[in-house]
């Protein structure tokens, strides 16, 4: 599941990307130019909230006031368009996308390859912006030689979030995750033992099943396509092993209780009344379960992905925004400073750091909330130098995860077809769950025929 999606399913407002979609041209004038009299150069920005989202387009109108006052010599032309894999190839071949468009991680290499993205590398060292972004979350953008064809806005990691009381109550260290899946297992049982709840949940609907077994492959070993994204790959070793492991903790171990079922909706409120001990989500979570379900702040806990059989990595996600391949070098440069205006800026200026720090704790927002930081290390340490004072939430509480979460391996979601697969995913992990006869070798192999008739078309 894309962020976008994901967002949406756990129904947090997010600001900029829920408009509707529309047709959009480029900027005007002769192509490639867009310049206007007097040398100001004018490009069209999209994600712009459609009018059924007043707030939330009223907020974003107001950063493109912003941005032109400080910026005279750009005129931003914002549009609805948003990014859909319905519709994005027509779009581009049609010549209907704006200048700037925001984009999932799963997507840059494949406009890459076709030569849909501009290539930023030059006006990004000449922004000085080059050196501020984590690397590991960079290459999600780059070529193969290293040249920088997107600007990485927002990013996450799977983790495995936990119940520290439960973990007390179990008579586990609450500062101590599991860090395999092995110790996952054994966490579990003991959680179910001595508090009768179940000690792990797994989502399985809406798509969200197929995703978090795809993360849960990783951290197995495994994969879900091969690299291009014509065949599928989780009829193996690592995609079986895992499932096993669901097995062996639903129907040997009790571990999981009766509830199999889970959207993001339902295991929040689950795990919020503390009847869910660990499940597979990311630190954004935290405002979902506290501010939304009730959880007491102290009673979350976020560690990083349990591996198995060696350091494999987990499951990223996350937005970056594109330019179009016909823009002038004029016209990057003003995508570029529009695009640190409105993503970047808190992380690389002082006062939009505070700026946007004390509007989160006006709004009584999760203010420091840790995750994948776009930005390098010592970038990321200053901006949380900066907002320190402000921050709201158990910074402690997280630090299992924040420990690796900078260096360990992400793994962008399936290349192809993303939520296709995780749909024809989604039963295979239910029936696991659901039948203790389960045959999974043959329910993968039924999967995986179904996803490459989908890889094929």
């Known amino acids: 599941m894309n962020r976008f999606a994901f967002r949406c399913a ?20 002769d192509p490639g130019t867009g310049s206007s009299p007097g040398g100001q150069v004018t490009i069209t920005v999209g994600d712009r909230p459609s009018s059924s989202d007043p707030a939330n387009r009223a907020t974003f109108d107001h950063r493109v006031a912003d941005f032109q006052k400080a910026n005279p010599d750009i005129k931003l032309n914002p549009v609805e368009t948003i990014w859909d894999a319905t519709t994005f190839q027509a779009q581009a071949a049609g010549d209907q996308l704006p200048d700037v468009l925001n984009v999932p991680f799963t997507e840059p290499q494949g406009m890459i390859a076709r030569k849909q993205v501009a290539d930023l590398t030059q006006v990004l060292k000449d922004q000085g912006l080059m050196d501020k972004f984590n690397p590991n979350v960079l290459k999600i953008a780059q070529d193969k030689s290293g040249n920088v064809f997107a600007v990485p806005t927002a990013a996450y990691s799977v983790g495995l979030v936990y119940n520290r009381d439960l973990f007390k109550k179990a008579g586990l260290d609450p500062d101590k995750p599991p860090a395999t899946w092995d110790e996952l297992r054994t966490d579990a049982k003991q959680i179910a033992e001595k508090t009768g709840q179940a000690g792990y949940a797994q989502l399985t609907t809406n798509n969200t099943g197929g995703w978090m077994f795809t993360t849960q492959t990783y951290a197995f070993g495994g994969s879900i396509e091969n690299e291009d994204g014509s065949k599928a790959t989780f009829d193996d070793a690592p995609s079986k092993a895992a499932l096993q492991a669901l097995h062996d903790m639903k129907w040997t171990d009790k571990s999981m209780g009766q509830a199999v079922l889970y959207d993001i909706p339902g295991i929040s409120k689950a795990f919020a009344a503390g009847r869910i001990g660990m499940y597979m989500a990311a630190p954004d979570g935290y405002r979902t379960l506290v501010q939304q379900n009730g959880l007491p702040s102290a009673a979350f806990g976020i560690g990083p992905m349990p591996q198995q059989g060696g350091e494999h990595g ?3 996600g996350g937005s ?18 529009w695009i640190k205006f409105n993503y970047l800026n808190k992380y690389v200026d002082q006062d939009a750091a505070v700026t946007s720090a004390k509007a989160g704790v006006a709004a009584k927002l999760p203010v420091g909330t840790p995750g994948l930081p776009v930005i390098s290390a010592d970038q990321w340490s200053t901006y949380q130098g900066w907002i320190k004072p402000y921050v709201n939430v158990p910074l402690e509480q997280f630090a299992p995860y924040t420990k690796v979460a900078a260096e360990e391996k992400i793994i962008p979601e399936p290349p192809v077809k993303a939520q296709e697969v995780y749909a024809a995913l989604d039963p295979v992990v239910q029936t696991v769950l659901g039948n203790e006869k389960a045959d999974i070798p043959a329910l993968l192999t039924k999967a995986a025929g179904t996803v490459n008739a989908k890889l094929g078309r």
Request: charge should be positive.
């Open 314 to 316: 987990t499951l990223t």
């Open 10 to 29: 756990a129904g947090l407002s997010v600001p900029f990307l829920l408009a509707a979609c529309s047709s959009a041209p480029s900027s005007g004038g």
């Open 320 to 337: 970056v925004q594109i330019v179009s391949p016909k823009a002038t070098d004029a016209e990057k440069v003003a995508a570029i400073k």
